[in-house]
Nanobody
């Protein structure tokens, strides 16, 4: 059974940083496409960053240059380093794994950026 457990969310002032982690079990992250999504109140869930099995990455335009997705294959964990945070980054952040056409989701972690 696949489980994705996020951690690292919290309250931070604008301009600050947070690092989210997603510990995976039941799936080998280096063989999957891993991603971070977010959903703000009243808005649709949106892709923030993705890392493919080959290591290529892509980012939403709104976070380019500020966020970095990475993975630690030995720990089977994916990270999202978020710098220069803005109030508009406030959302619930979800870890996602796509493995052989099956989507898996974590429970989400709240990130709140105060102005």
């Amino acid at each position: 059974q696949v489980q994705l457990v996020e951690a690292g969310g919290g309250l931070v002032q604008a301009g600050g940083s947070l690092r989210l982690s997603c510990a995976a079990s039941g799936i080998i992250i280096r063989d999957a496409t891993m991603a971070w999504y977010r959903q703000a109140p009243g808005k649709q869930r949106e892709l923030v960053a993705r890392i493919r099995s080959g290591g290529s990455t892509n980012y939403a335009d709104s976070v380019k240059g500020r966020f970095t997705i990475s993975r630690d294959n030995a720990e089977n964990t994916v990270y999202l380093q978020m710098n220069s945070l803005k109030p508009e980054d406030t959302a619930v952040y979800y870890c996602n794994a796509l493995d052989e056409l099956t989507d898996y989701w974590g429970q989400g972690t709240q990130v709140t950026v105060s102005s």
